[in-house]
């Protein structure tokens, strides 16, 4: 996992390079975001996070990044104004796209009515079982993420009975850099998400990339998704109720925050790190995804 530009994703150059004198390929995306919106009578909606991309040379950042081939189902969540949908669809065999906003999927289902591979969904994604979605087909998941529900959207996909093989999101950028952090800087959605897939930071992407410009930083994230769980959906539970009392009390010693966490005594509590070969005065943040197995197994042996 690392917090800088992927050496090893293979960049398609920009879609739109232009002779001088011509629109810059964000002057082009701009002009078509402003007429869609005038064109439908919409504005971008502050309370749904939504800022439409204008940058072509980070949209084709994010489709080289995703991999896709014509044998790929892919779901994007918040398509907003179809950009990346369009572009997904040109690669993808088949592109679910998930829109809450009923101005923006009347608009797509009118716009997308000629690609016969895009399928516009109506619904809040939190709200779907995304089996209803893909049934037993294999997906990737591509979006620029509302980044008020970042946290939420990645947990319901990874957590989910059917996940998808790799994600390749936009978010901010502080989190991007929370989502891929190593020891002794883990926190919880860190192990949350390494728990499941391996994140790498593809590029950051500056405020004016977006229209309207947002007040922070982006970064596109890849995720690559474990082949295979590493647990059973019930033992994963246990993970994450171990993970959070670790965590409860920032920057403390183990031995009180998973002692208040579990609700145990100190002793305890000490003897459950002790056997998963974790020194008790050691914090949340330096534990790998391993230590905090090994929590699990002591606890699993010793605590229930």
């Known amino acids: 996992m690392i917090d800088n530009q992927d ?8 879609s739109g390079a232009t002779s001088p004198g011509l629109p810059t390929p964000a002057a082009s995306l701009m002009s078509e975001t402003r007429a869609l919106l005038d064109r439908y009578n919409l504005s971008a909606r502050k309370g749904l996070g939504q800022n439409f991309l204008i940058d072509r040379g980070v949209l084709d950042k994010i489709i080289a990044a995703a991999g896709i081939s014509r044998s790929d189902t892919i779901i994007e969540v918040g398509p907003g104004l179809g950009v990346l949908t369009r572009a997904l669809a040109g690669r993808a065999g088949k592109v679910i796209a998930v829109e809450v906003d009923r101005g923006m999927a009347a608009l797509l289902r009118e716009t997308m009515s000629g690609l016969s591979n895009v399928d516009i969904v109506e619904r809040d994604i939190l709200e779907t079982k995304i089996e209803e979605l893909v049934g037993g087909e294999d997906f990737k998941v591509v979006a620029n993420l509302p980044y008020y529900i970042t946290s939420p959207v990645l947990r319901h996909f990874l957590e989910s009975a059917r996940q998808p093989s790799r994600l390749v999101v936009m978010v901010q950028r502080e989190v991007a850099k929370q989502i891929v952090a190593q020891p002794p800087e ?13 994140p790498r930071i593809v590029t950051h992407v500056p405020a004016g990339a977006f229209y309207p410009p947002p007040k922070v930083s982006s970064a596109v994230l890849r995720l690559e998704v474990l082949p295979q ?24 010693q183990l031995i009180n925050a998973i002692s208040a966490g579990l609700e145990i005594d100190k002793d305890r509590g000490a003897g459950l790190l002790e056997r998963a070969a974790i020194d008790p005065r050691r914090r949340a943040e330096t534990l790998t995804i391993d230590d905090w197995l090994n ?9 229930v």
Do not use: C, H, W
Request: proline content about 6%; charged content about 20%; aromatic content about 12%.
């Open 7 to 14: 050496p090893n994703i293979a960049l398609t150059p920009p």
């Open 295 to 303: 929590v699990l197994r002591s606890y699993k042996e010793n605590i």
């Open 186 to 198: 883990m926190s919880l959605l860190s192990v949350a998400i390494q728990f499941y897939a391996s």
């Open 229 to 252: 769980r590493r647990l059973s959906m019930a033992d994963e539970a246990v993970f994450f109720k171990l993970a959070r009392a670790g965590f409860s009390t920032r920057r403390k």
